[in-house]
């Protein structure tokens, strides 16, 4: 199907919502772009930007009539594809129940290039290995995809250095692009699925110059990236295990975790055990975990990277290098996530840039 | 309830009475505990003391007078397990402010005959008189960890209290950073969870009052505090609250005070 234009979400919110799907989509909540269910186009998001650097977000009013204008929110789809705490089993006695695996339905309205690619490296982890998660993959197939072009990507933006954006090539059901003067979106389809929802939509085919002012959108957008990353040669880069860089990032780094709850592809996780004072039921569920714990290298009663330094430098190898090796692909999508959200600025890039 | 029920103690130093209360305030658990330990000894809850030995004692409260030297000994004698919680129990709590300054000043301001107050110079820990079994923080404690260490206890476990930081119960919990979005200080990065994050939850920035993180780099964070605005008093006074005598929180007053 070739692409078309709509002139509003509403009649895609009604027909995902007919179709049974929860819709999430970005809204502004406490001072930030937040992922939540929203029930009709007017809750969006509109005339509003963000402006991201390290250790800083804040939202500007930009009074136009644009809804998708910010970069990435400190929501990634990972709430959704991997949810902070789940149930794992309940014993009662010699019984062992597992726990019900729920999946709702949700459809994820303005997700953008690199959250597609955090989504497809989250894939290769839970399903891609030798021990598929199979409540990762029901969540995954309940979830429908439905991306947008970034048009002004953020001051930590480095997609375009990871190959990941921020053009939707993959990974989606449907993807959009808004175009102002007047307002409307160009609409791709990336699924048989996809394909099923805009063909009951109320829509126009998409002229030669929507579709040149959507490339353009992109285009323009790829020149505005906020950081680059030289991949070249990382991996090698990476092998400075002596470099006094770690020491100094060490001696900033809070080993807070913040980075690493953003991170759309970190994926690690603990179980804790508790028991019922009520009638002995115990109960394991998982929890996201970090690599910036001490808990997380605890062997014996004793952490394995117990230093600083020796924890960040862990974080930034296994994210840009070893991930490659593991997995054939980078951990790193360039969202930018990790350094606006890091509570003392932290960049990434500059600590990769620094590296011999 | 079974006869062979393991008994429970509720003892009181200097303290707010906030910690004893959190028992009380477990409205739907109070019937399963009850159930499950036999409630000997808790003033707070009933005026009819019962004897001692116990099986669990929690301990309140921080060690200022002379007498509490004496009845620490007393309840550590008289219990298997001793476990502390709150602040004060576990680091000096407020009160330990009369580190930094004379107690002898602080008596003859507040009381009209300071010559009937019998007081120590500081305030301690009860880990610095007698052996703790397990110390549980916060300014109150948590009403779910408390529980978790009622369960643990019961079940002969290790309790699940993780000693990282606030920001992993935040982010999980789902809020936005009050420092990256709002520019409001916060000590939840340096901070021990437990609370699930409660402050920022508000759109307020974390106090301290669980006390230092496993790995707390506040020297990284006070840093950034006072591009943040926070001035050195304020900073000093910050980790001088609930923890002022917990070492690392020490460390960041001074720290603060040096680069002031």
Same mark, same amino acid.
């Given at each position: 199907m070739d692409a078309v234009v709509i002139e509003s979400l509403e009649p895609l919110i009604a027909e995902l919502r007919s179709r049974g799907f929860a819709v999430v989509g970005p809204v502004v909540r406490d001072g930030a772009i937040r992922f939540e269910e929203i029930a009709s186009a007017g809750r969006l998001a509109r005339g509003v930007t963000d402006d991201q650097e390290p250790g800083r977000y804040r939202l500007r009013e930009t009074g136009d009539e644009m809804i998708f204008s910010f970069a990435a929110s400190p929501d990634s789809a990972k709430r959704y594809t991997q949810p902070p705490r789940q149930a794992l089993f309940r014993m009662r006695g010699e019984r062992i129940e597992e726990a019900e695996e729920e999946a709702p339905r949700i459809a994820l309205l303005g997700v953008r290039a690199c959250d597609l690619a955090a989504i497809g490296v989250q894939d290769r982890v839970f399903l891609g290995g030798r021990h598929p998660d199979p409540a990762y993959r029901l969540r995954r197939e309940a979830l429908l995809l439905v991306a947008v072009n970034c048009a002004v990507p953020g001051g930590t933006c480095f997609c375009v250095s990871m190959g990941t954006g921020p053009r939707v090539t993959a990974g989606h059901d449907i993807a959009l692009t808004e175009l102002a003067a007047p307002h409307r979106f160009v609409v791709e389809i990336g699924s048989e699925r996809g394909e099923e929802i805009v063909r009951a939509l109320p829509r126009a085919p998409a002229s030669a110059r929507d579709q040149a002012d959507a490339e353009e959108v992109s285009r323009t957008a790829a020149g505005r990236m906020g950081r680059q990353v030289e991949t070249e040669g990382i991996q090698e880069r990476l092998s400075a295990h002596d470099s006094p860089r770690w020491q100094q990032v060490g001696a900033r780094c809070l080993t807070c975790a913040n980075c690493t709850m953003v991170c759309p592809t970190c994926f690690c996780t603990t179980v804790e055990d508790s028991t019922s004072l009520a009638d002995g039921t115990a109960e394991r569920v998982e929890r996201w975990d970090s690599c910036f714990t001490l808990g997380f290298s605890e062997v014996n009663g004793t952490p394995v990277r117990g230093s600083n330094p020796g924890r960040y430098r862990q974080w930034l190898t296994h994210k840009f290098s070893t991930w490659i090796d593991q997995f054939g692909m980078s951990g790193c999508v360039g969202c930018g996530r990790c350094i606006t959200w890091c509570p003392v600025g932290i960049d990434v890039t500059e600590e990769l840039a620094n590296l011999p | 309830m079974d006869e062979q029920a393991p008994r429970l103690a509720v003892w009181k130093f200097a303290s707010c009475d906030g910690c004893q209360l959190t028992l009380l305030d477990c409205e739907d658990e109070l019937l399963s505990v009850a159930a499950r330990l036999e409630i000997a000894y808790f003033l707070e809850a009933s005026s009819a003391p019962g004897p001692g030995p116990y099986d669990l004692s929690l301990v309140e409260g921080s060690i200022t007078t002379p007498e509490d030297l004496e009845r620490i000994r007393h309840v550590r004698r008289v219990s298997r397990r001793l476990v502390t919680i709150g602040a004060c129990a576990t680091a000096g709590g407020v009160q330990a402010l009369r580190d930094f300054a004379g107690v002898k000043e602080f008596a003859s301001v507040v009381y009209a005959r300071p010559d009937y107050i019998a007081t120590l110079d500081r305030s301690t820990p009860i880990s610095a008189h007698v052996p703790v079994d397990f110390e549980l923080r916060g300014c109150p404690i948590d009403r779910r960890q408390l529980l978790e260490v009622i369960s643990a206890f019961l079940a002969g476990r290790r309790p +699940?209290?993780?000693?990282?930081? +606030?920001c992993v119960e935040c982010k999980a919990r789902g809020n936005v950073c009050v420092m990256v979005a709002h520019g409001t200080p916060c000590l939840g990065p340096v901070t021990q969870a437990g609370c699930g994050a409660l402050c920022p939850s508000f759109n307020r920035g974390c106090y301290g009052c669980f006390g230092p993180m496993e790995s707390p780099n506040a020297a990284g964070l006070n840093h950034w505090l006072r591009g943040l605005g926070m001035s050195t008093p304020e900073l000093v006074r910050i980790y001088r609250t609930y923890h002022a005598t917990t070492e690392p929180f020490q460390r960041a007053a001074e720290e603060a005070e040096e680069h002031g």
């Open positions: - | +699940v209290v993780p000693a990282h930081s +606030v």
